[in-house]
């Protein structure tokens, strides 16, 4: 009973630090799709990629914040060196960002082609997309984080 409380206060806090990373991302995401297309023009669709850097440079602060939420409040360190951890974790989330590219851009594509109101908020299909797809991305993360990288 004590294991599965704490594997579901593990689950929780992972949520928790993904939540604020995630904050950390769709916000860094709404502010660098709305500013850099005014400074490079192909940001809208830079050979069929919509939204190629403002998703390069979000997701690279959402990983970074990540990490730290990660070390803070959820996994123990111990598995491997911090210079190696870092790497690891760094390379997961590498291979992670391309994945949620591709899902961005399928779901921009083909899935949510309209606004979404809730009332009081319209989401737009670029910010409906980027929420998927850290959805998504983020059960995988947390299976390959907790069993290859932190002590599992």
Same mark, same amino acid.
């Given at each position: 009973?004590?294991?599965?409380?704490?594997?579901?206060?593990?689950? =929780?806090?992972?949520?928790?630090?993904?939540? =604020?990373?995630?904050?950390?991302?769709?916000?860094?995401?709404?502010?660098?799709?709305?500013?850099?297309?005014?400074?490079?023009?192909?940001?809208?669709?830079?050979?069929?990629?919509? $939204? =190629?850097?403002?998703? +390069?440079?979000?997701?690279?602060?959402?990983?970074?914040?990540?990490?730290?939420?990660?070390?803070?409040?959820?996994?123990?360190?111990? @598995?491997?060196?911090?210079?190696?951890?870092?790497? $690891?974790?760094?390379?997961?989330?590498?291979?992670?960002?391309?994945?949620?590219?591709?899902?961005?851009? =399928?779901?921009?594509?083909?899935?949510?082609?309209?606004?979404?109101?809730?009332?009081?908020?319209?989401?737009?299909?670029?910010?409906?997309? @980027?929420?998927?797809? +850290?959805?998504?991305?983020?059960?995988?993360?947390?299976?390959?984080? @907790?069993?290859?990288?932190?002590?599992?």
């Amino acid at each position: 009973m004590k294991q599965l409380l704490l594997r579901q206060r593990q689950v =929780l806090l992972f949520i928790l630090a993904g939540g =604020l990373s995630a904050i950390v991302e769709v916000g860094s995401f709404k502010i660098f799709s709305v500013y850099l297309p005014s400074l490079i023009s192909v940001e809208k669709n830079f050979y069929g990629i919509h $939204y =190629l850097f403002s998703n +390069i440079f979000s997701t690279t602060l959402g990983i970074v914040s990540n990490y730290f939420f990660s070390i803070w409040f959820v996994f123990q360190r111990g @598995k491997h060196s911090k210079r190696r951890e870092f790497a $690891y974790f760094m390379g997961v989330s590498v291979f992670s960002t391309f994945l949620s590219l591709m899902i961005f851009q =399928l779901f921009f594509r083909y899935i949510f082609l309209d606004n979404f109101s809730i009332g009081f908020f319209v989401f737009s299909p670029e910010m409906i997309s @980027k929420i998927a797809a +850290i959805i998504v991305v983020s059960v995988l993360n947390y299976t390959v984080k @907790k069993r290859l990288i932190f002590n599992g």
